[in-house]
């Protein structure tokens, strides 16, 4: 398989996706989130890119959660925010999910033309990797970045995927994130000092920090296809 990465939601092209599997990425924290709600129980997510949309969609449903943030805290009158933690399954089980992020949901929409739409973040490396591994087609990894643009929390990601697959070329962009990925260090030590990860700091959500880089705790992998993230079948 040959890999590309982008680098954050507002450079997904048609052309760089169409006919493609892509993964998309947002650690800090929409697709945290996303994955942490399917594997405790949520139905389905329908990612919006603007929260009018999502507003006007969900006025006459029941059974839905309305989520998401703008500059990393809850909208007003929402039900749930933007952290992993919130999305406990006595909350979410049965559920299904309106969502609307700053980056993340906007980087999942742009990607509509890939030919398969996963969803990544560090929690489920290993099982998303072995699946793209066993399709064996060409790659696309977008980063959803921050307000457009590069994300190291997100890249590191991006990385650690591309270091686990059988590629057969690599863009630049996809070695760069190799090399990135294999430089020693933990992941907190390489990302204490960058934009997002002290923005969320400064919001208090230091326990988002910790737990968005758990590396493989979760045996989940959600595809996005016609609007709608759901468990992956075959
Ligand atoms: C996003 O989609 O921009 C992020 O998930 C923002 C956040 O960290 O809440």
Redesign the pocket.
């Known amino acids: 398989m040959n890999i590309d990465v982008i680098f954050s939601a507002n450079e997904v092209t048609k052309d760089r996706v169409e006919g493609k599997i892509v993964v998309v990425i947002?650690v800090?924290?929409?697709?945290?989130?996303m994955l942490t709600a399917m594997n405790n129980g949520a139905v389905e997510i329908r990612p919006f890119k603007e929260i009018n949309k999502l507003i006007s969609y969900t006025k006459d449903l029941k059974g839905i959660l309305r989520c998401?943030?703008r500059n990393?805290?809850k909208i007003v009158g929402f039900d749930l925010?933007?952290?992993p933690l919130e999305y406990k399954s006595e909350i979410v089980h049965g559920k299904i999910i309106c969502m609307t992020?700053?980056?993340?949901?906007?980087?999942l929409v742009n990607s509509s033309y890939g030919k398969k739409i996963f969803i990544g973040s560090f929690f489920n490396l290993d099982l998303l990797c072995k699946k793209i591994n066993e399709i064996g087609e060409d790659l696309v990894i977008v980063c959803?970045g921050?307000?457009g643009e590069f994300s190291l929390d997100d890249s590191l990601c991006a990385g650690e995927i591309v270091k686990r697959l059988e590629y057969r070329t690599l863009s630049d962009s996809a070695r760069a994130m190799y090399m990135i990925a294999s430089i020693p260090g933990t992941l907190k030590d390489k990302l204490k000092e960058t934009k997002?990860y002290n923005?969320?700091k400064e919001l208090g959500?230091v326990k988002?920090l910790e737990n968005c880089f758990s590396v493989d705790s979760q045996n989940i992998i959600l595809e996005y296809r016609d609007g709608i993230i759901k468990k992956y079948e075959e």
């Open positions: 947002d800090l924290r929409a697709t945290s989130v998401g943030e990393g805290t925010g933007n952290s992020t700053s980056n993340g949901t906007n980087a959803a921050t307000n997002h923005f969320l959500e988002d």
